[in-house]
């Protein structure tokens, strides 16, 4: 079993910085895929930013030039530095591991989310 857990989001005025964390813990094998999801009150659950194995990277075209997704392989963290954030960005805001298991099954697991509130 293999549990996610996000941290350091919070409240923040618009224009400010958020960096959150989702560290992994549990029976790891491979990670093929990480990302950053949010959902906000009515809305469905969308993407961020991914980052592969080999360090490529996707950002939604909302967070060009304000976010930055990045990995510690060795500490099986994934990070989001968000930047210049507005209102619009209040969500709760999950991590997401595509894992390969001993067996190569492909394992999708979820964080419990870290909120995001932009206000003044």
């Known amino acids: 079993q293999v549990q996610l857990v996000e941290s350091g989001g919070g409240l923040v005025q618009p224009g400010g910085s958020l960096r959150l964390s989702c ?16 959902q906000a009150p009515g809305k469905q659950r969308e993407l961020v930013a991914t980052i592969t194995s080999d360090g490529g990277t996707v950002i939604a075209d909302s967070m060009k030039s304000r976010a930055t997704i990045s990995r510690d392989n060795a500490k099986n ?3 989001l530095q968000m930047n210049s954030l507005r209102p619009e960005d209040t969500a709760v805001y999950y991590c997401r591991f595509v894992l390969t298991s001993p067996t190569s099954v492909s394992l999708i697991y979820w964080g419990q989310g870290t909120p995001v509130t932009v206000s003044s």
């Open 23 to 38: 560290a992994a813990s549990g029976s790891i094998f491979r990670i093929n895929l990480m990302g950053w999801y949010r």
């Open 77 to 79: 963290s994934l990070y």
